[in-house]
């Protein structure tokens, strides 16, 4: 006769690691984290939408002041001008003091026509690139000098990146030029003009160079109004302004700016 089976020897069995109290506590404060974490990040994008609405709406209010500003300290003063010119031309009878006056009205429109289109170029979000800044300067200078009958000589790379500009980069940078080439047509005399322009390691640079009179900078006051101007330009954009001249030689501006990082993102 066989007796009850009775147990000798037993063999403990640990659970498995997910069904012990320590995985499911670890399982439990990770889900958890999870959780606040993707409930954040949700909460964040409608937060960082807002963000960059509002910026896109200040950069627009600072711009239309710019341009009101533009509108008003520029062409307004030119109508004003215009305006008055003309009452004197209508009260004239001498045809020679008349026809002065009409000669000056001429030109008061021609800048107008000139200071609006610059304003126009200066809105257009298209002209916001590297490669529509360059094209644009060289032709404005190119054209500028060939009307006062100074030969020009420039060297532009052949390819430029079409990096985005902001339009008060651009906007500076294009009216330190205006002011450099109206100061050589107006005050240096010279026959020739070297422009140059650059893009590389992450910076633009532009040199001006003209065989003028030249002048002592020591001796103007406060760089003058136009050279003070340019340099407070550059320095607002963080970028670095030199000007050299000697009496007989002819003057040298040169300056440079922090390119904009390529977006690589898309």
């Known amino acids: 006769n066989w007796g009850r089976p009775c147990l000798w020897i037993s063999f ?27 409930v954040k990040q949700v909460q964040r994008i409608p937060y960082q939408a807002r963000i960059r ?19 008003h300290d520029e062409v307004g003063a030119s109508l004003t001008r215009i305006s008055i010119l003309s009452e004197l031309a209508k009260k004239q009878r ?6 002065q006056l009409i000669d000056q009205i001429s030109e008061i429109s ?13 809105m257009n979000p ?5 490669d529509s800044f360059t094209s644009y300067i060289r032709q404005h200078a190119s054209s500028y000098l060939e009307s006062a009958e100074i030969e020009g000589f420039f060297n532009f790379p052949r390819e430029i990146e079409s990096l985005h500009m902001s339009s008060e980069l651009r906007r500076n940078l294009f009216l330190t030029v205006k002011e ?11 026959g020739k003009v070297h422009m140059s322009l650059y893009a590389d390691n992450g910076r633009l640079g532009i040199t001006i160079e003209d065989d003028g009179v030249g002048f002592n900078i ?18 607002e954009l963080g970028g670095i302004f030199s000007i050299d ?6 003057t040298l501006i040169e300056f440079s700016v922090k390119l904009p990082q390529k977006d690589n993102s898309h």
């Open 180 to 190: 450099a080439f109206h100061n050589i047509v107006k005050h240096s005399g010279a």
């Open 94 to 99: 001498e045809p020679e003091k008349a026809q």
């Open 12 to 38: 403990p069995f640990p659970p498995p690691f997910y069904a012990t109290r320590w995985f499911m506590a670890v399982a439990a404060v990770s889900l958890v984290i999870i959780t606040i974490v993707v």
């Open 110 to 122: 021609g800048g107008v026509v000139d200071e609006m289109s610059e304003i126009i170029w200066a």
């Open 245 to 250: 001249s000697v009496v007989g030689r002819g």
């Open 53 to 71: 609405e509002m910026e896109r709406q200040f950069a627009i209010e600072k711009e239309r002041s710019r341009i009101s500003k533009d509108m």
């Open 126 to 130: 298209r002209n916001d690139t590297l």
């Open 218 to 235: 020591g001796q103007v006051n406060s760089w003058g109004n136009g050279l003070s101007n340019m340099h407070k330009r550059i320095e």
